[in-house]
């Protein structure tokens, strides 16, 4: 079993004394973390899922005044909570840790695959796994919780991540929009006078299949115990292709193919959601149809992307977006290019290069992230290829922290194929929170 860090340790024993000294921050829960840290106590996984779970959810108190030494209030109830739980040093470790964990839980599961023909990787519920659809492997799961790091989807980067343990997932939000500086929600009530109403968009999705196919020598068999860690990274990234291009193509079950870009297995794809001039929420209800909201969508001039499209586009974002570790640009690596090229009168270009990550041409604008995304739209007729979100809030993907490995025998001379399925579902959560560009002739 992993111990904590000496790092862990002298953060811990701070957040103690600062405890007792001040008489806030922290609950019973995080002094009990502290002195285990202190202990040099062995954490098994699901305390050490507790600990990045905890992370995550108050990565937002290092933002508070008082989190930072000299700022008033110093240390913060927030800061007193986070040293108890080992600081910045327990959550990067935590996060390695688990992420350990996992692999090998996956490397062994494969294993189990090759040599007895079929295994389950169960990361947090047990369930059966096959088909789509509502029923099908458990039940309806309202969203809630936490999900572990995945790897090579560019969309998981600020995505707000969750698990589930169900055949569907359903979603809710509170209706408004966030366009009106007196009342920037909304909604038709008085402020400070009476209830506000209590109008909600409810939609639900089934988890849909994702599934990644990995040829494995036959050679392999003759030294199963020695098979590379690898192999999971191969996985991994085989996952993300697929989930990537679903999460930004699929038309949801409209199309007659059953790829992840159309048909039973994909996902919601961003592209599938309804263009408008204002964004709003879809209807009501657990159809396919339900939580289709619509997205402010931007028109580009002209057929290339000009900079006056950029700076539309950022205008168009509320602005209590702007302000969000989380709010990024997306966009092709060709449509990044472009903007790289875009010259101003004298030939001088548009985005300069100032030779830093913040300043990095096209690297970062208006004070944004850039994240390069080869799995979306490039610049045409009727695409979208640039958003602009709160990635965090605008989108939510729910993982089922669980998927089957089979073993198929002689697919071509001296190789065997393992197959992988799992599940997931993506939705546009907060519709205000992202925008993107088009172009319409």
Not at 139 to 151: H, V
Request: overall charge negative.
């Amino acid at each position: 079993m992993p111990k904590p860090t000496q790092g862990m340790k002298e953060e811990a024993r701070k957040g103690l004394e600062w405890r007792k000294e001040f008489r806030r921050g922290g609950t019973e829960v995080g002094v009990a973390r502290a002195r285990d840290i202190i202990n040099g106590s062995d954490f098994g996984r699901d305390t050490i899922g507790r600990m990045v779970s905890y992370f995550a959810r108050h990565e937002v108190d290092k933002k508070a005044e008082g989190f930072k030494q000299g700022e008033d209030g110093f240390p913060s109830a927030g800061r007193i909570a986070w040293a108890l739980w080992g600081g910045d040093a327990g959550k990067s470790w935590a996060e390695k840790e688990l992420a350990k964990m996992e692999n090998t839980i996956i490397l062994n599961a494969i294993k189990e695959a090759l040599q007895n023909g079929e295994a389950t990787v169960n990361l947090r519920e047990a369930s059966a796994l096959t088909g789509s659809g509502y029923d099908i492997g458990g039940r309806t799961i309202y969203d809630e919780a936490f999900a572990s790091l995945r790897l090579g989807n560019p969309i998981r980067k600020y995505a707000r991540q969750i698990s589930t343990i169900g055949s569907a997932e359903a979603f809710v939000a509170k209706t408004g929009n966030a366009t009106n500086p007196t009342n920037p929600w909304g909604y038709t009530f008085t402020p400070n006078v009476g209830t506000p109403p209590l109008n909600t968009c409810y939609w639900q999705i089934p988890t849909k299949v994702i599934t990644a196919q990995i040829p494995v020598r036959t050679a392999v068999l003759d030294d199963i115990n020695n098979l590379d860690g690898s192999i999971v990274m191969d996985l991994a990234l085989e996952f993300a292709q697929q989930e990537s291009l679903s999460m930004m193509f699929n038309d949801d079950q409209a199309g007659s193919t059953t790829t992840t870009t159309g048909g039973t297995f994909g996902l919601r794809g961003l592209n599938y959601y309804p263009s408008g001039a204002s964004a709003s929420f879809g209807n009501n209800g657990s159809a396919l149809t339900d939580g289709l909201h619509t997205i402010l969508t931007v028109d580009q001039v002209g057929a290339s992307i000009a900079y006056n499209d950029i700076t539309a586009l950022a205008s168009a974002l509320p602005a209590q977006y702007w302000n969000y570790d989380t709010t990024c640009w997306m966009m092709h690596p060709s449509t990044i290019e472009s903007l790289r090229e875009l010259t101003a009168t004298g030939g001088m270009p548009v985005f300069l290069e100032v030779g830093n990550a913040n300043g990095s041409a096209v690297g970062n604008i208006f004070g944004h992230e850039v994240i390069p995304n080869p799995y979306m739209d490039e610049v045409g007729s009727g695409k979208f290829p640039v958003y602009l979100a709160d990635w965090s809030r605008f989108v939510t993907i729910a993982d089922r922290e669980e998927f089957t490995v089979k073993r198929f025998e002689q697919t071509q001379a001296g190789f065997v194929t393992l197959f992988a399925e799992k599940r997931v579902v993506s939705t546009v959560w907060d519709v205000f929170a992202g925008v993107r560009l088009t172009y319409n002739p």
